[in-house]
């Protein structure tokens, strides 16, 4: 089955500066790949996903990007502000089969002023 | 609020009661799936339904553990005889699966439960 790994799991940064997250997965089925954002006791946020068919894609501060020969995908937040700081989770799956998230670990964002 | 909905939202019981949690989907949503989380994880697959159908079922998921979706609206997750091992956030997620839907899915707040 899928198996997705999530790197770093603590990540910090000053205001302004930029993150990295990088996830790996080891099913080359799987063709989405949505990024969460979890706020201390609140639900998982949908921030941005991709698919297959395409290898970056862009919205505002945030952008991710797919290496599907590599089986790597990674999210980038530029400018960051101290309302980043949450964990965030990537998840993959193969979409038009089960459609079942399998997640990474998670990477705790903490972003200081 | 026309989000996910989950109740109750936190949970206390002791080892072997059983207990029950409900979860409401978007309206249009066809697809709801439960998930578990335990602290510092991420969530993990527990199963899935497409309206009334229950379409798979992890592998991890013990017999104690039973779910249904009668009517293909909301959904209800059963768990008998708990463990303390069960202790968990509980995390319900719907999305509208078909032709053209994006799938994306969204989740509830989840339901914590504390076994004693």
């Known amino acids: 089955g899928e198996n997705v790994e999530q790197h770093p799991s603590t990540l910090s940064v000053q205001e302004g500066d930029s993150a990295v997250i990088k996830c790996t997965y080891s099913?080359?089925?799987?063709?989405?790949f949505p990024w969460y954002k979890q706020e201390l006791g609140k639900r998982p946020q949908l921030i941005i996903d991709i698919r297959s068919n395409v290898g970056e894609k862009k919205d505002q501060r945030i952008a991710v990007t797919l290496n599907k020969t590599a089986k790597h995908f990674s999210l980038h937040i530029t400018e960051t502000q101290p309302e980043d700081s949450a964990v965030y989770f990537c998840a993959a799956s193969e979409q038009g089969h089960t459609d079942k998230l399998i997640f990474g670990t998670g990477t705790r964002l903490q972003v200081f002023p | 609020d026309t989000g996910v909905s989950q109740n109750p939202r936190h949970k206390i019981t002791k080892r072997g009661q059983n207990v029950t949690f409900r979860c409401d989907p978007i309206s249009e949503h066809n697809r709801l799936y439960w998930y578990r989380q335990t602290l510092g994880q991420g969530p993990e697959f527990l199963t899935y339904?497409?309206?009334?159908?229950?379409l798979e079922k992890s592998r991890l998921l013990s017999d104690r553990f039973s779910a249904e979706r009668p009517k293909g609206s909301f959904s209800t997750l059963e768990i008998q005889r708990t463990e303390q091992g069960d202790s968990a956030m509980y995390l319900c997620?719907?999305?509208?699966w078909g032709q053209g839907a994006d799938n994306e899915q969204f989740f509830g707040p989840g339901t914590r439960l504390t076994v004693l």
């Open positions: 099913d080359s089925a799987s063709n989405y």
């Open positions: 339904f497409q309206n009334e159908a229950q």
């Open positions: 997620a719907s999305s509208l």
